[in-house]
């Protein structure tokens, strides 16, 4: 598959290229997000009080300079706890903080 591929030079619209990851998504033999991790989601969700705390530490990042970005350096390691016995975990690292800013910054929306 040529990974290169520029859709803005090409003539989509924005219903096609969304109709066509959907349809990709659909045809997955498992969820984008496994089955498993839909329970573990769902107990997340009902613990967002935890979320809480830090989303309103980064609300008032003006005072406490504490944005989400930030508090999701501060605390991915602990929440997530890669295996840093392995290359793949040392390289993800970005990606894990990533995840947990979003946890952070999307509080509302996800919990």
């Known amino acids: 598959p ?17 109709g066509a990851m ?14 498993a991790m839909q329970v573990e989601l769902v107990e997340a969700r009902s613990d967002g009080h935890f979320w809480n705390v830090p ?11 504490m944005t989400s970005e930030n508090l999701s350096i501060c605390f991915w390691p602990t929440l997530m706890r890669p295996d840093f016995s392995t290359m793949d975990a040392l390289t993800a690292t970005r990606t894990y903080q990533t995840i947990i800013e979003l946890f952070i910054h999307q509080c509302p929306f996800f919990f």
């Open 55 to 65: 989303c309103r530490v980064s609300q008032q990042h003006r005072v406490n300079l």
């Open 2 to 18: 040529d990974h290169g591929l520029d859709l803005a030079e090409k003539d989509f619209t924005v219903n096609t290229v969304a």
């Open 22 to 35: 959907k349809s990709f998504f659909s045809e997955l033999p498992e969820p984008l997000v496994p089955y």
